[in-house]
């Protein structure tokens, strides 16, 4: 079993930086990839960014450029850090690892609130 505790959120200023972190406890394996997803109020949860254990990234569109995601395998942590960051980046951000074997295992954090306003 996988648990995972994302943190870092908070109110901050248009054009403004916060650092998310996700802390992954039990069995992790180098197959695991981790990301970030986030909802908004009213609308479906999408993805962000991921990071396979290799470094391997993928950014959606809107935040490539802004958004930087890392990844600390020997202390089971991914992060992600992000600048510049707009009024509709506002939403609840939650950590993911996804293991695909013979299927696919999704695990999520509890989310935390990034709100972005003057």
């Known amino acids: 079993q996988v648990h995972l505790v994302d943190s870092g959120g908070g109110l901050v200023q248009p054009g403004g930086s916060l650092r998310l972190s996700c802390a992954a406890s039990?069995?992790?394996?180098?197959?695991?990839?981790m990301g970030w997803y986030r909802q908004a109020s009213g609308k479906q949860r999408e993805l962000v960014a991921t990071?396979?254990?290799?470094?391997?990234?993928f950014y959606v569109d809107s935040v490539k450029g802004r958004f930087t995601i890392s990844r600390d395998n020997a202390k089971n942590t991914a992060y992600l850090q992000m600048n510049s960051l707009k009024p509709e980046d506002t939403a609840v951000y939650y950590c993911?690892?996804?293991?695909?074997?013979?299927?696919?295992?999704?695990?999520w954090g509890q989310g935390t609130q990034v709100t972005v306003s003057s």
């Open positions: 990071i396979t254990s290799g470094g391997s990234t």
């Open positions: 039990g069995t992790i394996f180098s197959i695991d990839v």
């Open positions: 993911n690892l996804r293991r695909t074997v013979s299927r696919t295992l999704d695990y």
